[in-house]
């Protein structure tokens, strides 16, 4: 059975990240353990946010081929440090907090 194909946003918020989309599926499933996609959300929100900034509300809905070339050009480069919202919590504090939260 055949894969669905790869939304093209999460390309490139991967090449952002200087990854190919199944290294960076594997990295988030490790960071983001319960919610492998929260890095992903993150970063097209701050897109999504800077785009409706410049273009008004709902703009992203309306005119997402614009959106999506928006992003392209607004990528960081792979070697920019994250921005600190992010940066994931470290494993030992959500050990800490045990298997619930």
């Not at 199944?22 to 959300?41: R, S, T």
């Not at 392209?72 to 919590?89: K, Y």
Request: proline share 15%; with cysteine; charged share 20%.
């Amino acid at each position: 059975m055949p894969h669905d194909p790869i939304n093209p946003r999460y390309i490139l918020y991967s090449e952002s990240q200087g990854r190919t989309p199944n290294e960076q599926l594997a990295y988030d499933e490790e960071v983001w353990p319960g919610g492998k996609m929260c890095g992903f959300i993150l970063w097209i929100q701050k897109h999504l946010q800077a785009y409706e900034k410049e273009h008004g509300p709902r703009s992203a809905c309306i005119y997402p081929e614009a959106f999506t070339q928006f992003i392209r050009t607004a990528a960081e480069p792979p070697d920019a440090p994250p921005s600190p919202h992010m940066l994931p919590p470290a494993k030992e504090t959500m050990a800490a907090r045990g298997p619930d939260f």
